[in-house]
């Protein structure tokens, strides 16, 4: 099946990337009568923050909330039972311990905070915390999955501890629980039932209350009870630019002490600079949104795998970056990020010395199959109509296929409008498609589970059920189906990076994708703003950032 909330990836590195200055994505913010602060814009002085941004915000309910910007919110606004820190590494939250997991991989232990209360002083406890994550269940969110996939039961078995029992052994389930969704909410506030939602309000434990949400702003004030460390600010304005132009030309007349989401790579380009002159501070890492080139191996050649050698021989993705990105991405050489230690450049085989060997091989094999330049292989290479990125993809694939190919291979870039392409996707009715994605949490898993996992089906017939035919692959392969289950149970972290090593050759002699590259994230900040952190593991932690 496909997760409609897992494709909202789409969209945050379309804004990342964007390749022509002014094309930007007019702000669609859920105004549920709220009436907001939609009045203060610009930098409004004192020890308040004020962040622009370009992104969208459908909602800010954890048990339906599935985007970028609504992940660095909830994690300002709410607690989970864990986090990352600097060095990306798991520690507690609301949880006091790392859990205690049963020999058999099934039950995990958690021993919870005492003395937090939330925002509408309502105090927190384990049945606070059961009925925040069976609300995330039972709601029916788009991000329900993560739990209910996983989730035998959850119960409170002290008024400090909780037990959640798993379905099967999933060694990558602590990671799952520092989703900022998973977060604790007020027992007294919410409610638990399909669709029972609260789109434009909050009610946590975190170090920020929600205190207004307008169309074009949101104010975060300081929750004074807050059980830890305090913000290194006095709260955060949070302004909704309609497009990059705007973000640009805020932060350049100073309206705005930060900018975060997204600007287009020359607006970048220029920021960069500019910065020396003005004083301006540039931020940017490595982050873990990935494109992937997805071949339909249900359709034929991509039904053959000398083809798909083919398409992974002809791929340059540092000219590819430099023509879509200007730079501001990373090569990707597996399907999982280098930020990762257990990555592999499998496919950096392909595009090494023997290239030209590859690209002649690839040539007879067309010649020999009775395609010409006269008479092309045409393959169509398919992105959504909202991407101005994967347009520029698209376009730059097809001319290196050209140049490389000598014209035997025709790549021809289809576009379709978002809905239509994410409810066909599932279909088997594209033959490749660009394809961008942003974890659920961080661990390889994450990278590897959704795109080569198959419940049903067989080598010869291809994915009939499972997460592989959800993204459009219809890849299936016994190996790899054992691979990922065995790499899900396996509780000792060098065994399981021997098995994410084998799935990841797996993935390099089957070829369902393409990787092509991890974007950079950046954000700019005036002079005299500190502690802005974009460690890709922490979600863009708002209470580090103050004015000197």
Known sequence: MIHWQRLFGLFALCLLLTVSCGQGFQNSADNSGNSGNSGNSGNLGGDRIS???????????????????AGYLLNSLGDPLYRYNEKSEIIPQLATELPKISADGLTYTIPLRQGVIFHDRTPFNAEAMVFSLRRFIENQGQPSFLLSDVVKSITATGEYEITITLKQPFAAFTALLTFAGTCAVSPTYYQIGPGQFKPDTFVGTGRYQLATYGTDSLKLDIFSDYWGEKPANQGVYIQRLSNSVNLYNAFTTGAVDVAYEVLDPNQIRSLENQAEKQ???VLSTEGNSVTYWM???????LNNPEFRKILASLVDRNLLIERVSQGQAEPLYSLIPSTFSVYQPVFAKFNQVNQGDSLATAKDWLKQAGYSRENPLKIEVWYPSSSPVRNAVATALKAIAQQKLD???????QSVEFTTYTANLDKGIYQTVLYTWIPDFLDPDNFTHPFLSC????????????????????YYSDRANQLINQQRQELNPQKREQLFAQIQELTAEDIPYIPLF??????????????????????FPLWQIQKK
Do not use: H, M
């Open 279 to 281: 004083k301006w501070q």
């Open 407 to 413: 014209g035997l291979l025709e790549l021809q870039p």
């Open 455 to 474: 419940v049903q089906g067989s080598p010869s017939t291809g994915c009939d059920n499972g997460a592989s035919q959800s993204q459009g692959s219809f």
């Open 51 to 69: 962040l622009g941004t370009t992104a969208k915000l459908r909602t800010i309910d954890p048990a339906d909330a599935y985007d970028l910007t």
């Open 295 to 301: 071949l339909n191996i249900r359709q034929s050649p």
């Open 518 to 539: 991890q974007n950079k994230d950046y954000a700019f900040a005036q002079k005299g703003i500190t502690g802005v952190n974009l460690n890709p593991a922490q979600i």
